[in-house]
């Protein structure tokens, strides 16, 4: 089966990472038709925009992309470009891998842990009120009115909406990817001690789910203390599901406990849509240098290559890269001991290297 995909390759250093990760997508040999797509800054003054609407009808229609980082071009509307394409795709999981292979730099090993953040909701819901604005201050006079309790004149405002809707179709989701992959326990992050409309709406949804799936051990944490724990004993987790603030500080921490974000994978989706992407930012100053890793967006192709079915290829591209990572050679400069080091290779010759472990068998 040939597979359509909605292929952007992003701007900044993005290119350079999705050109490699076409190569050893095609490398695993599943059969790909790419539809190439273009998106970010580099397009604003063709479209308008950094968001065509024909790219989003791209992705609808194969209902599977994988795009390169994008830079959100400043004033125009847009806080994230990334944001936007969630909200308006309904990719409602934020989905986070991290997992630890041998040869990475970093503190801990054996940590395998997977993030499932909300999108779309919480303090990310993008409510907010600018300080001195008089709606701003007529809100404040409204909620003095309401509750008593006084905001003071000099005040922004966020809103954190937390919905029994938006909290069950991502806890579902956590525990259906559990099932699927063999997880053992969820635990479902929050701050419910001290906001208990919001947070406390989370936990007690979250635990109405955990009901409906006494298969899969289920348990929760204050998000605080969690922090603390992935520190200390990292192991003791297995899959997380959070609001979508605090999804996106602890993916991030956990990042930092595989090696960083240069090997972090990511994904959003939907009911019907996934868009695979490297979690990093473009990085524009190393644009056209191939210098930067695209192991990340190698992995984001790897959890791709799962979601369409491709499991053994996907173990394949998996094995490759954990390979190349253990064997040290061809790796670029941050995977080296030192960040100096004048045997670091390039983005397309760790492409090289990977397609090379693929070929051998």
């Not at 997977?114 to 201050?137: M, Q, S, W």
């Not at 992050?189 to 208990?196: E, L, P, Y």
């Not at 009911?271 to 192991?295: C, I, L, Q």
């Not at 061809?330 to 090379?356: C, F, H, L, N, W």
Request: hydrophobic residues 40%.
């Amino acid at each position: 089966m040939t597979y359509r995909v909605t292929f952007i390759p992003g701007d900044g250093v993005g290119p350079e990472l999705s050109e490699a990760t076409r190569r050893v997508l095609e490398a695993t040999g599943v059969p790909f038709d790419w539809d190439l797509q273009e998106a970010g800054a580099d397009v604003m003054d063709k479209y308008g925009t950094p968001l065509p609407e024909h790219v989003l009808e791209s992705i609808r229609r194969n209902e599977v992309a994988i795009k390169g980082p994008i830079t959100t071009p400043v004033g125009t509307g847009f806080r994230s470009v990334n944001v936007a394409l969630r909200k308006e795709l309904d990719l409602y999981c934020c989905l986070r891998p991290c997992k630890w292979y041998r040869g990475v730099r970093s503190r801990y090993e054996n940590v395998d842990l997977v993030i499932c953040r909300e999108n779309h909701e919480d303090l990310y819901a993008g409510i907010e009120f600018e300080e001195g604005k008089p709606e701003t201050l007529k809100l404040i006079d409204f909620i003095s009115e309401l509750t008593g309790k006084t905001i003071r004149e000099d005040s922004g405002i966020s809103i954190k909406p937390i919905s029994v809707t938006g909290t069950k179709r991502i806890v579902r989701y956590a525990f259906d990817y559990a099932r699927q992959y063999g997880r053992k326990k969820i635990t479902a992050v929050h701050k419910a001690n001290i906001m208990k409309f919001t947070d406390g709406l989370f936990l007690s949804t979250a635990r109405e789910v955990a009901a409906e799936n006494p298969d899969i051990e289920f348990e929760d944490r204050i998000v605080d203390n969690l922090s603390m724990q992935l520190v200390q004993r990292p192991e003791e987790y297995d899959v997380l599901v959070l609001p979508n603030l605090y999804g996106d500080i602890v993916s991030d921490l956990c990042a930092g406990l595989i090696g960083g974000l240069g090997v972090a994978p990511g994904a959003n989706i939907g009911d019907r849509v996934a868009v695979f992407e490297a979690t990093h930012g473009s990085a524009p100053k190393y644009k056209g240098m191939n210098k930067v890793n695209p192991m990340a967006m190698m992995f984001s192709g790897m959890l791709m290559l799962r979601h369409l079915g491709e499991r053994e290829a996907a173990d394949r591209l998996e094995a490759a890269l954990a390979g190349v990572i253990e064997e040290g050679k061809s790796v670029t400069y941050d995977m080296k001991p030192t960040r100096d080091d004048p045997t670091a290779v390039g983005t397309s010759q760790v492409a090289d290297a990977v397609i090379e472990r693929l070929q051998a068998g």
